[in-house]
Every structure is written in structure tokens, then in C-alpha cells.
């Protein structure tokens, strides 16, 4: 009898789970008492203070462990989430928000409005809504305890989409003391007054972090509905375990003593729906774009015909042989507005090409002016796809004759280097993989991705002066045609300085054990953990 390739590793994880899963994961629990919920989540948390970056990790960490004023639910609409009653006045300019009760931190000091105000100017020096905002305000200010106002120059009808939204970094409600630190500045402690706290006696940085649940937590009455509604924890305690290899992340799966695994080998997501004990679900519908961040203030792609290169030589259908073999998860995409949004279009898209153009991408390079500069390619060992993706990166560049070179590390030192500006050789990068929603991507007001304001954009730092105008302007323009018309003009602008590259789009399920229910559907691609039970 011959056995297919999926089966014999079937069998070897089985046979050897015992041996391969870290000694970490096992007696964290005596006899008799509740079960914690294990989790392997992609990539792994090193940032704690949810608005200093926006990776995925300190995100979850930071919907565990923060709340906001406001949700967006299952279809995308904002619904009042520590906000118990707003009211906007009759010229639309003025705001005004009451907090619900039984709001405290986990510290037991109650939530109160100084705590918003100080949070919301926080947050809008880093988020692109929360910067439109502070620039459309002429005061935000607490008139008691438990009431704010946000008052503005002219009506701003997004207002409550801006405090609702899911682009990170989240409008996390802080401590004042904490939210008057500059964004800048970490914020290192994890007091919040989110449904978890964070177990800093458990914590094993690089190995595992705990969450508890918050037992003086008040949840909205209404049913969990996206990242809307009641957070209800059923659960006493929640461990993420870092186990960077997939494969034995997968094996730990399948004994039991892991529960969740977000980010499942490609090649094993036939074998997970074969096993009696285990699920695939997609959580997130919109799907994932993956892309290509080029630093624009470094040699070579400070020239943008170097940046245009880039769209030339990118086949999206090898990559996602790679990251995603089943094509059922897996699609092309060449709008910067995603392929689920109402702004998605076709406008100059002519780069797009089967199988890419490395001819073109080497003429490009050439009249950029190339002289054998080092292009260091950033590269997550420990999330597959952006693992195997900064390999396909590095060999399609040294293929046509440029001088690139992979750097190694895991997630979270990839977040802490991409922040430098400087040049290679002082430890700054050329290029590094990334993905990001497709619900998210396609609203400029709130997605950080498509900033090109210089020093102030998302890592990479683009900029182009006619772009930012006409993203400017979307907040003013009324009608959805109106946008969509926008939405090409601006396409077109951003293709031509090209703000990243595509890779392509993946809709990803989780795997989970059956034994863990009610994971939640959400509107984008953040990861949040009430609802669930184990049984």
C-alpha cells in the first residue's frame, strides 16, 4: 500500500507529539481544577502598550485587556461599548458621552471621563481617524466624572466609526496617568478594564502569558455581536504558548494540550478536517492582503522607479502556491481597497501581470540608478506565512541580480526594527512582510496602512503629497458614489509612488478543537477571546 504524503506526517505527529510538544505546555493545571484554554496565536506578544505598534499580538492583548467607547458589530456598524448614553447637538458639532456603570480598572479605580479624554488625545497622535479627529476638534474635555465632550471646528459624520474602529492601534481606554505618557513612550504595565487581566505572575516572556478573567467585569446586556455587545468570559483563564514551529504546534493540537491554533499549516488543513476531533473555522471573512512594506527613506527604494520594480517582479500566484495552496482560500488582488469593500476597483492596475515581469522589474532597477546596494528582506521565523513569503522575497530579488539578504528573527523583534529610519548597516531594513485586513484596508480614515505623510506614516514612511489631499477629502465627500469615484482617483495616484506591494489575499481559517465553541465571527481580522467556552 502506498501513503500519501499528508498521511505519513499524520502519523509521525501523532507518533511523536509526546516528544515534540515544549515541556512548557504540560501539569500547568491540578487534578480537578478548571482547564485553561491553550492558544498558539501568530506571532508572539513583546509589546504591551497597545498603542505603540500595530501588530496583531499586542492588539488581542489589548481587546483582552482594555475596552473602548465603541464597537463595531458583526456588519460593521459602531454600537456603544463602555459609552452608556451619547447625544449630539443640533449643529452636529458637539458630542457628548456619559459612561455606563460598573466601569472599573483592574486596580478597582473606577473609569472615569478624565481617563477618555486623556486616552482619545493619546490615540490621535498615532491613528490616522484619531488624527482627523484631534485636527477636527476644538476641545475635548471631561465635565464630571463619568461625562465628556467632544466638540468640533465642523460636523464630522464619522465620528463614531473613528471610535469604533478595528485598524490598530485601537482607541484603548487607559488609566490617565498611563494615557498622558507620549505615544512615543510605552506604557509597560497592563492595567486595563477589559473582561482579562493579564497574569503578570505567570507571565514567561518567550514562552507563555495568562489571562484571567476579570471577575468584576460588567458586560453589556446585549448578545456578543462582532466586537460588539456583551463580553461575557466563560472561561477562568486563557494561555498563550509560544511555539514558533508550526508543524509541532499542530501536533500539540492534535493531542489536546493545545485548544487553538490561528494560524494552521497550510498543508495541514486537509488533515485537520479529517480528525474527528477538531474544527476549521474562517473567523474573519474579509480575508487577509498580504504585502511587501518598502522603506522609501533608504537606498534603493527612496527611488520610486526601484519601488515600481517591486509590482513588476511580484508573481501573487507562486506566492500563494506557497502561502496558501488551496485556492479556495486563496485569491489575487490589485485594488489598494481590498476585493470585499464597496471601493474596490480596477484603476491603474496594468503592472498586474500572470507570472510577474522580472525583465521589466530589472530595466526598473537599472533606471533607479541600482549599484549593488544591500536589501535586507525582515524575516518572522515564527509565522509561516510571512516566514515563507520573505523567502520567496529575497530569491525573486537575488534572481535578477540584486544584492538582498534575508534578517532573521522572530515577530517581535521585526516589530521593534522596523521602526528604525536608519540605514542598513545600522541595523534599519529594506523590506519586511506584513498582512492586514481586508474590512480595514479599504477606509483610508482609519487605516494606517495607506498614510503617505512622510515621517508620520506607517513603517515605510511614503509620501506623496497629492495622495494625503485626495485621502483627506474622503471624510467630507457624502454619497458612495462619491467615494467610490475617490477611491479611483486615489488608486491611481497610489500605484503610481506605490505605497507597498501586494502579495496576494488569503481568507485564513483557525483550527480548533471541537471541545472549544463559540469562537466569534468578526467584521476584521483581530482576535478576540469571550465568548468561548470549553467543555
Known sequence: MTMSRREVIKMGLAAGTALSIPSTLRAKTAPGAAQPVHMVIGGFLSIFDPMFTTTNPTAYHGLAVFDTLFSLNSKGIPQPQMVGNFAISDDKKTYTFELRDGLNFHDDSPVTAADCVASIRRWGQVHPGGQLLMERATDISSKDDKTFTITLKEPLGSLLDILATTSAPLPFIMRESDAKRPA????????????????????KPGASFAYDKNEKYVPRSEPADGYAGGKVVNVDRVIWDNIADPQTAFAALQSGEIDFVEAPPPDMLPVIESDPNLKLKVLNKSGDVYFMRLNSLQKPFDNVKARQAMLHLIDQEAFLRVMSPDPQYARTITSLFGNTTPYSNDENTGWFKKGGDPEKAKQLFNEAGYAGEK????????????????LLVATALQKIGINAELAPSDWGGIGKRRTNKGPVDERGWSIFISSWDDFSIGDPLFSSFVLANGDKAWYGWPKNDEFEALRNSWADVGSLEQRQALARKMQAVWWNFVGAVFLGETISPVAHRKALTNLLEVPSGLLCMWNMQKV
Open 184 to 203: 512615543t513612550e510605552q506604557v509597560t504595565s497592563s492595567i486595563g478594564s477589559g473582561p482579562f487581566k493579564f497574569n503578570q505572575d505567570l507571565a
Open 375 to 390: 536589501v535586507v528582506v525582515l524575516q518572522a521565523t515564527d509565522v509561516q506565512r510571512f516566514n515563507d513569503a520573505a
